[in-house]
């Protein structure tokens, strides 16, 4: 975390105390609160590896790996600041790339390995937090809000995007 960044949690969390007159005994969820994703993802990149908790979080996201779950926050993470600061997302080749071939996969996933393009394109990206939305909550609506963007807009080369190949035949995407 940079000095700018901790400076700025601990900014946030003293007016948080202030308001509510509190102690700034702060407890573990009410900093976790106001983290950025990218430094919940710093977090767990940095947990002891020997942790079971790790292991347990990874679980909990569908993962059976530590190393994958740590992998993807990582991406997401940086997709996320591309889109934020108004980036261009649109034919992209992703600097940070999830991994791709996950062990024995708790959800639904690919059955046919994807192509380099898939990988480097936000395609693979995109799958991954379909992927953790799947797990984390089963009834969420977020693939079918992209099918449903993709089919309003059907002169939209999504190809560019790396959705190529029959990828909506995947177990994931249907």
């Known amino acids: 975390m940079s000095e700018d960044q901790k400076r700025q949690l601990n900014q946030q969390l003293w007016n948080i105390a202030n308001t509510l007159h509190v102690k700034m005994d702060a407890d573990a969820w009410k900093t976790l609160e106001v983290a950025s994703f990218s430094t919940l993802s ?4 940095n947990l002891k590896h020997q942790l079971p908790e790790k292991a347990t979080i990874a679980k909990e996201m569908g993962l059976n ?6 992998s993807w926050l990582e991406a997401i993470a940086y997709i996320r600041n591309i889109v934020a600061h108004h980036s261009r997302l649109w034919s992209r080749n992703m600097v940070k790339r999830p991994t791709e071939k996950i062990n ?9 390995p994807l192509q380099l ?5 936000p395609f693979l990206l995109i799958s991954c937090m ?20 993709f089919k ?3 002169k939209i080369p ?16 249907q």
């Open 65 to 70: 790996l530590h190393s994958e779950l740590s």
């Open 130 to 149: 379909v992927y953790l939305c799947n797990e984390v909550t089963p009834r969420n609506h977020i693939k079918s809000k992209i099918l449903e963007l």
């Open 158 to 173: 999504v190809y560019k995007l790396g959705f190529l190949n029959n990828w909506e035949k995947e177990p994931l995407w």
């Open 42 to 45: 710093k977090l767990y990149k």
């Open 152 to 154: 309003a807009n059907p």
């Open 117 to 121: 393009v898939q990988t480097k394109k």
């Open 104 to 112: 024995n996969p708790i959800g639904h996933w690919f059955t046919n």
